[in-house]
């Protein structure tokens, strides 16, 4: 595997890959679709259900059908549907319950994450804007706002969303974290850098800040350094794995093939 070449060319494939139009931000355990920015917009879970999202498929798909009107119904089902991959069928629930509920922003939020997901970009940003106002916005949606508007190539715009997001969390790793991948997707990696190791530092970085600032740290050669970053202070058998993930990210950085096929780790996360 080679390490050292051109940092602008090898970047250049690597963002070229699909999964970055999918917009999809990936633990090394499992995969979390683009935009889940639940917590204060998210209704009340079922404890049963919460536990197996294929159970809570299950339980919510139930319940919708049998009161498909219900708003908050709607919201768990295609919660639950988005957390076990149908995402298409997701965004089919989610839309027509903010037919019927058109002013329902947790509703309108949920919608906005499913269509990101679907990679529909500029309808989910326009819906995501239907969910907060600016006399009271929500920081979480405006990060997401921010990666879509970088899926969409608009990273000067992107960086003005997630200044505003810190401007109501300062120093927020999940926001941080954004932002540092905007600038990968700018090539300026050694921005990208500063960035995600400022949402490193803050010590309330999830798993995918260390992930993703071990491949900006690879991507520059420096492979010992993003090594030791992906598998510190974690069991040997994480860490191992997470080493093995690295290498798989940042050998297709040099593979010509790589463009078509999806590259799940490279891209940008979003609060949970």
């Given at each position: 595997?080679?390490?050292?070449?051109?940092?602008?060319?090898?970047?250049?494939?690597?963002?070229?890959?699909?999964?970055?139009?999918?917009?999809?931000?990936?633990?090394?355990?499992?995969?979390?679709?683009?935009?889940?920015?639940?917590?204060?917009?998210?209704?009340?879970?079922?404890?049963?259900?919460?536990?197996?999202?294929?159970?809570?498929?299950?339980?919510?798909?139930?319940?919708?059908?049998?009161?498909?009107?219900?708003?908050?119904?709607?919201?768990?089902?295609?919660?639950?549907?988005?957390?076990?991959?149908?995402?298409?069928?997701?965004?089919?629930?989610?839309?027509?319950?903010?037919?019927?509920h058109p002013g329902h922003k947790p509703l309108l939020a949920a919608y906005g994450r499913a269509l990101a997901d679907n990679g529909s970009f500029q309808a989910a940003f326009d819906v995501l804007t239907r969910a907060h106002t600016p006399e009271n916005p929500d920081w979480r949606i405006l990060s997401v706002q921010?990666?879509?508007?970088?899926?969409?190539?608009?990273?000067?715009?992107?960086?003005?969303?997630?200044?505003?997001?810190?401007?109501?969390?300062?120093?927020?790793?999940?926001?941080?974290?954004?932002?540092?991948?905007?600038?990968?997707?700018?090539?300026?990696?050694?921005?990208?850098?500063?960035?995600?190791?400022?949402?490193?530092?803050?010590?309330?970085?999830?798993?995918?800040?260390?992930?993703?600032?071990?491949?900006?740290?690879?991507?520059?050669?420096?492979?010992?350094?993003?090594?030791?970053?992906?598998?510190?202070?974690?069991?040997?058998?994480?860490?191992?794995?997470?080493?093995?993930?690295?290498?798989?990210?940042?050998?297709?950085?040099?593979?010509?093939?790589?463009?078509?096929?999806?590259?799940?780790?490279?891209?940008?996360?979003?609060?949970?």
């Amino acid at each position: 595997m080679r390490l050292h070449s051109s940092p602008a060319r090898s970047l250049a494939r690597l963002l070229g890959s699909a999964a970055l139009a999918a917009m999809l931000a990936t633990g090394l355990g499992g995969c979390q679709t683009m935009s889940d920015i639940t917590g204060s917009i998210t209704s009340k879970p079922d404890a049963t259900a919460d536990a197996d999202p294929r159970r809570a498929v299950e339980i919510y798909g139930e319940r919708y059908r049998a009161n498909p009107k219900d708003a908050d119904l709607a919201l768990a089902y295609g919660q639950a549907l988005r957390a076990t991959g149908q995402r298409a069928q997701a965004a089919a629930v989610l839309e027509q319950a903010t037919i019927i509920h058109p002013g329902h922003k947790p509703l309108l939020a949920a919608y906005g994450r499913a269509l990101a997901d679907n990679g529909s970009f500029q309808a989910a940003f326009d819906v995501l804007t239907r969910a907060h106002t600016p006399e009271n916005p929500d920081w979480r949606i405006l990060s997401v706002q921010g990666a879509v508007l970088d899926q969409l190539g608009r990273h000067d715009e992107a960086r003005g969303y997630y200044a505003s997001a810190l401007a109501i969390v300062p120093d927020e790793p999940s926001v941080l974290s954004n932002l540092g991948m905007s600038y990968v997707l700018s090539k300026n990696l050694p921005k990208a850098e500063e960035t995600l190791r400022k949402a490193y530092a803050t010590g309330r970085a999830d798993a995918r800040v260390r992930q993703n600032l071990g491949l900006v740290v690879g991507l520059q050669g420096r492979f010992a350094e993003a090594e030791s970053i992906v598998k510190a202070d974690l069991p040997p058998d994480q860490a191992a794995t997470n080493v093995a993930y690295l290498k798989q990210m940042l050998s297709r950085k040099d593979d010509p093939r790589a463009g078509s096929g999806k590259v799940p780790m490279a891209s940008l996360n979003t609060p949970d």
